[in-house]
């Protein structure tokens, strides 16, 4: 039997990367991380400078840079903040804040505010929470991608119980308010560079309360001591995610940013609004995500994705297939996807719309 033909990926063809994650670096960056080079230690002091002056991180917040992704967060958090609390509240609003409060379970008995309602497509009225005042915390996923939910501001949690947000998919692509939050953390795959890295901004009271059985890779306070360095630390990843805080710097910092997230998210928005049902969002409009835009093409219609989706990669747009578990298309503008290639997208959903609106 001849073996078919093995078919050659063109590298010459620019592609325009929509996918949800490890996303696009700034060209930038990735022109020059090949020929800049500084002592690790420099880097990294340099590394915690730039993001505490971006994202305005209080002095009473101690910056770890850790490994294992979110994922290792869910078990990290109640290992480490549990104390003497038998619960903490957790607000699922999607995939992410379901793993994490099934992961938790593990470690803290885990009280959800509301009972999830799928599909997932907006956040209960908090008026109709169940938040205990006796909670270790309140967790909230700060951004969904596979469901594009997003909390345009931070939830209420009461009588000083502390928030903890994950924010993986938005970090630095909007200010961030850190009123109430006893921890922030994401990876750095989305926003702040290449996958392996994830940044982990905890309130300095709360370290030091971890159980026993927390590992010294996973431990807070373990790391605050060794600046970070318990272990080996993602030296490529702190060096790429210093150079995309200079980046975000020199592009005029996190408001210039989110203007540039907002227009972006915008355009893609208005044609979905204004395709008379061709184009649905099933999210609540309060609930919109500016960095994953969830579409679906005439309320389901697969063999129309999938050609759509078939065009827009002969076009040279790649991982707008939404997540397996929803379906449809999924366009992730993340900080490095610019306006124009934006409108590259808009163009060809116009162009496709105007072919088979009939």
């Avoid at 073996?3 to 020059?32: Q, S």
Wanted: charged share 25%; with cysteine; glycine share 8%.
């Amino acid at each position: 039997m001849r073996k078919a033909k093995r078919k050659d990926v063109d590298m010459t063809v620019k592609k325009i990367n929509f996918g949800a994650g490890p996303a696009k670096l700034p060209e930038e960056v990735a022109i020059c991380m090949s020929h800049r080079s500084k002592e690790f230690a420099a880097v990294l002091q340099e590394t915690k400078q730039l993001l505490r002056q971006l994202m305005h991180v209080p002095d009473n917040f101690g910056i770890l840079f850790m490994q294992g992704g979110g994922t290792g967060q869910f078990a990290a958090i109640p290992m480490n903040i549990k104390g003497d609390h038998d619960f903490a509240d957790y607000i699922v609003t999607g995939a992410w804040s379901n793993k994490a409060a099934e992961e938790a379970k593990k470690y803290i008995r885990v009280k959800k505010v509301f009972t999830p309602n799928k599909p997932y497509v907006t956040v209960p009225d908090p008026a109709h929470w169940d938040h205990d005042e006796k909670a270790a915390y309140l967790y909230y996923c700060s951004n969904e991608t596979v469901h594009g939910i997003e909390f345009h501001t931070p939830p209420h949690s009461i009588h000083g119980v502390p928030l903890v947000a994950d924010i993986s998919s938005n970090f630095l692509s909007r200010p961030f308010d850190f009123a109430h939050h006893g921890i922030v953390f994401g990876g750095t795959q989305k926003n702040l560079g290449a996958a392996g890295l994830t940044v982990v901004l905890v309130r300095k009271d709360l370290i030091g309360k971890q159980q026993e059985i927390t590992p010294a890779i996973l431990n807070y306070k373990e790391m605050q001591d060794n600046d970070s360095l318990y272990n080996t630390p993602a030296v490529y990843g702190m060096y790429i995610t210093n150079l995309v805080l200079k980046w975000i710097r020199d592009k005029g910092g996190v408001d210039a940013i989110f203007e540039l997230n907002k227009k972006k998210s915008s355009m893609l928005y208005h044609i979905i609004d204004e395709s008379n049902g061709f184009y649905t969002c099933p999210v609540d409009k309060k609930y919109r995500s500016y960095m994953n835009i969830c579409f679906r093409i005439r309320n389901g219609d697969e063999a129309l994705e999938a050609e759509f989706l078939k065009g827009a990669a002969d076009r040279g747009m790649i991982s707008l297939k939404g997540h397996r578990s929803v379906g449809g298309i999924r366009a992730s503008l993340y900080n490095a996807v610019t306006v124009e290639e934006t409108k590259v997208l808009v163009d060809w959903m116009r162009e496709f719309m105007s072919a088979n609106a009939a």
